[in-house]
């Protein structure tokens, strides 16, 4: 079968729409001719099933590939990422999403897709704004998102996208009320009242002992108990305690982008979560869904990143935040905040 | 025994001397007076050994830890970080790395310190200079250098660093010579030529099969191979061959920092090992030490990060890096120019 180039596709008569379109999937009917993408006509060409024309001359599958890649942004991951699905034996239709793919024994014109795929390079950083609304594209259509990040070497990573509705056990904490119970010192809090550290450290597993007798908070659970009313801190230096406001104001000079943690947290605890720093997994912060006591810590099953919403990711870093959360048995959860609420999705390496 | 406060020190009588300094090694020896850190003083005052005065006043613990937390920068940091070498049994002196520690078995005055350690919070940016620098001055003087970093919850994560002279196991690369056998595309490079493919893939694991007739090279690998004159690569849009420079030029527009990740690259194939992408990772690389073929993959020992010159280290993605390499059994390396040289120097968690 003989193909003809026309700009970003490959058009061919209507003797090849019984085998190439009626039987294996490829291709859109365009009034008598089966029109084909030019990822689809590449792969068919190097198998040998068409031909393609161009100017009069047969294409080699060289001058094809040089020629596609210069008509279509892109084309060399596509293509890439086309074979690799097709392979693995998944019917696929280009679309504005990248690829429509239907799931195992599904086919196109038959069943329903199940995936919008996406592909990118891993050198072009991804605005957050952009993954979101391409998710919610999906969703709206009760399709699964899928990205597909190619890396420098043409190896495929797959990772499946999807909003996340955290949900934990934990019931409301009701603190014992301790006057001055609690200093703000450089980059933390102390609590000197015994009673209260122990207290705050079982129920809900708050801060870390600084010694049997005394808790050492983080600025945003300190901020979070200060605003709900359940603590009161101390300045160090007036000895008065400290209003919430003022409180936000001395911990965003130590810790730049205090106050979008400080949301999410809150969020999180609100949730009937147990929200700790992530520190040690390179993130805000590890979550549990429930703590009995301190001295029983289950799993974390989340790690969370507060990301601002101008924030654009750089995929190396997506990557790595990805495969650390997985390689410890943890799913990878950014949060965000929309109309003044705090969204989530996760990102999960796949196997398709 | 009662300590006076004066500034940043706690000043002893005679009297305390043989207990507290020759027994249990606290301290150094001012005149006829014990002089310790505001540390050792908080230490030893939480376990009643000692009581402290100011202004002819007794100090409570909590009383103590909020003036010395003024008078010293970073007073909580290295107190928990005192406090955790103490109760693990060492031997701690406070200098201008922070700590001084001494061997198990060791002790100060009698024998040498084996480590010089830095205390730092997650949330200060540490610049590379400043850590190479250190690393530097410890080894001048064969100590090993460890960073304590304490995170926002207090708990502590300390960390070997080291230079590393890598080494690996490969021969030097004899290309067969094949005219026009690539052509650079959108951001990567594809050989036509089925047998130089194949060469290249088996000899020094480059690139990665598109499918079982061509390679794709990634950037750096086509720039290396090129610089040495072991490929010609073409222009898509010119069908001319690439001088290197125009090679470089191009591909520093599709990626920020080409030259420098050039650099490390060249000289990490220089240096006889097998360098691929590490972006599985959230590295630049993982290197394998020797790789006989391409059906053969050992395991990679090392993710090496190409870092500028002037980089400043955010400690929570450091973190996350080592974390990764050691969760999959590899050193986290980073790399680095000074004098037209590469060195490079690993981070590792360690346990004391």
New interface residues.
């Given amino acids: 079968m003989i193909g003809t180039l026309k700009g970003d596709r490959v058009a061919l008569g209507k003797e090849s729409i019984d085998e190439l379109y009626n039987t294996l999937y490829y291709g859109r009917l365009k009034e008598n001719e089966l029109e084909l993408a030019l990822v689809e006509a590449a792969y068919l060409l ?1 198998r040998d099933k068409i031909s393609v024309e161009h100017e009069g001359k047969k294409l080699s599958f ?1 001058d094809f ?2 020629i596609a ?2 008509a279509q ?4 991951l596509k293509y ?1 990422v086309y ?1 690799d699905l097709r392979e693995r034996g998944y019917y696929v239709q280009p679309s504005v999403t990248d690829f429509r793919i239907y799931p195992r024994g599904g086919k196109p014109n038959v069943s329903p897709s199940k995936y919008f795929m996406h592909v990118v ?3 072009k950083p991804m605005p957050m704004q952009q993954l979101v609304s391409n998710l919610q594209a999906a969703v709206n259509v009760r399709k699964e998102m899928i990205l597909a990040i190619v ?5 495929i ?1 797959y990772y499946g996208v999807k909003f996340n509705n955290l949900k934990g056990g934990m019931g409301e904490l009701k603190v014992p009320s301790v006057p001055g119970a609690a ?1 703000f ?4 809090v ?1 609590i ?1 009242d015994t009673e209260l550290s122990k207290f705050l450290h079982n129920n809900g597993f708050h ?2 002992m ?2 049997d007798k005394r808790l ?6 300190s901020a979070y108990l200060l605003s709900t009313g359940r603590l009161e801190v101390l300045d ?2 007036t000895g008065k305690p400290l209003e919430i406001g003022d409180f936000i104001e001395k911990a965003s000079r ?2 730049e982008l205090f106050e979008g943690k400080l949301k999410v947290y809150t969020d999180l605890r609100n949730r009937g979560l147990v929200v ?2 992530g ?5 805000n912060f590890r979550v549990y869904e429930k703590v009995e006591s301190a001295e029983k810590i289950p799993h974390s099953k989340f790690l969370v990143d507060s990301v601002g919403a101008g924030h654009v990711f750089q ?3 997506m ?3 990805i ?2 959360a997985n ?2 048995r943890k799913e990878m959860v950014f949060a965000f905040e929309k109309n003044g609420e705090i969204q989530y999705f996760s990102l999960g390496r796949i196997k398709l």
Avoid at 216 to 221: A, H
Avoid at 279 to 283: A, L, N, P, T, Y
């Fill in positions: 190097d060289r590939f040089i890649s210069q942004e892109y084309f060399e890439i074979r390079t891993e050198r890396d420098e070497e043409s190896d990573t200093t010192l450089e980059d933390r102390v000197w801060g870390n600084l010694d050492q908070l983080s600025l945003v659970e160090s230096a130590i810790e700790k720093t520190f040690k997994f390179g993130s995929l190396q870093d990557s790595r935040s495969r650390l390689s410890v």
